[in-house]
């Protein structure tokens, strides 16, 4: 069993920073791939960015290209995204995911608010 713990969101004005963390506990030998997803009032949730647990292969979506950078401490158990240049089109809560190949499933962490201001 594993659990996601993301903290790190709040409200920032456009062009700001933040940094989100996820905290993995349990038996994270099994999940293989960590992203970042997010969900904004009114709109499907979508794919922020991913990474590979061994490689640590990155993938990005075209909005947040150049402005995001996700990455991970294999070592603490923990993934990140920094968020600069933020725009209100950001505004979202964003999710942490983990995938366990093995099961065919999904970990999600509980969300955190992410607001940006104009």
């Known amino acids: 069993q594993v659990q996601l713990v993301e903290s790190g969101g709040g409200l920032v004005q456009t062009g700001g920073s933040l940094r989100l963390s996820c905290i993995a506990s349990g038996n994270t030998f099994s999940i293989n791939a960590m992203g970042w997803y997010r969900q904004a009032p009114g709109k499907q949730r979508e794919l922020v960015a991913t990474?590979?647990?061994?490689?640590?292969?990155?993938n990005y979506a075209d909005s947040v290209k150049g402005r995001f950078t996700i990455s991970r401490d294999n070592a603490k158990n923990t993934l990140y995204l920094q968020m600069n240049s933020l725009k209100p089109e950001d505004t979202a809560v964003y999710y942490c995911?983990?995938?366990?190949?093995?099961?065919?499933?999904?970990?999600w962490g509980q969300g955190t608010q992410v607001t940006v201001s104009s």
């Open positions: 990474i590979t647990t061994r490689s640590g292969t990155t």
């Open positions: 995911n983990g995938r366990r190949p093995l099961s065919n499933t999904d970990v």
